[in-house]
């Protein structure tokens, strides 16, 4: 495959991909962070929100979004009830996140940990192409939209080597089948950014995929666990030295 790279930090083109929302929109995301196991809006939906502020309004705003548990490599119930997301692999590795002068024993390599929250595939108009001279091929169009939270703070909530989050369940919530983790944040300075690989058809492979990375960046304030069918909180860990 022949591989290109595009790298950027502006969320202008959440706002064509996506609808901009109701007027009633900013209290509905109040609401969201108030009461975070009702159902909160979708990454996508504060990417084109936010998309359509100016920049200096995005930071410092807090939102509540769920996290994607499908999606998350490493989350397990540990034998006293307690829910433990592990996050040793779960490195941003954009070039912002980047800090090659760091010392390993002091800090991490990479600054930033994410949180999966959503993936998004469209398709686009297929078209005929010879990527074999003389063999006319069908190729099909691809684009994905994976969403993260990007954050800094992770050993505000674990200690460095330790391998994550642990949220202390109540007796029996173990065994709901619909659990939902909900993290709020406060938005940094910039408050979201994009990265774009795209992938050429080849004729072993006749497809054009376009994988766009959407992250909204900043400070992890709390994770919350929830019962996704009654909106109940079932546990909620916050950052070390906030209420």
């Known amino acids: ?19 901009a929302l109701c007027a009633g929109a900013p209290a509905a995301a109040e609401t969201s962070v108030a009461a975070p196991c009702a159902l909160p809006p979708t990454a996508a939906d504060w990417h084109a929100r936010l998309a359509a502020q100016p920049a200096a309004a995005r930071a410092g705003q807090t939102i509540a979004v ?3 548990l499908a999606a998350s490599a490493d989350v397990a119930l540990d034998a006293d009830g307690g829910l ?22 002091d800090e991490d390599y990479y600054r930033w940990k994410f949180l999966p929250l959503q993936t998004v595939t469209e398709h686009g108009a297929s078209y005929v192409q010879e ?11 691809e684009r994905r939209h994976d969403y993260f939270l990007a954050f800094d703070n992770p050993y505000r909530f674990y200690a460095r080597g330790d391998a994550g989050f642990v949220l202390p369940l ?29 992938w050429k058809a080849v004729h072993a ?39």
Request: charged share 20%; with cysteine.
């Open 1 to 19: 495959m022949r591989l290109f790279n595009l790298h950027s930090l502006s969320a202008a083109a959440a706002a064509v991909l996506f609808s």
């Open 66 to 68: 769920a996290v994607d």
């Open 84 to 105: 433990r997301y592990g996050m040793a692999f779960n490195d941003v590795a954009e070039g912002w996140s980047w800090q090659p002068q760091t010392r390993p024993e």
């Open 131 to 141: 990527e074999k001279v003389g063999v006319p091929q069908q190729t099909r169009v």
């Open 170 to 198: 109540p007796a029996g919530a173990a065994a709901v089948p619909s659990l939902r983790l909900v993290a709020i944040a406060r938005l940094g300075e910039p408050a979201t950014g994009e990265s774009t690989t795209f």
């Open 205 to 243: 492979r006749p497809v054009d995929f376009t994988l766009k990375k959407h992250y909204l960046i900043g400070a992890l304030s709390a994770l919350v666990a929830c019962d996704a069918r009654d909106g109940r909180e079932l546990a909620r860990i916050v950052a070390d030295g906030q209420r």
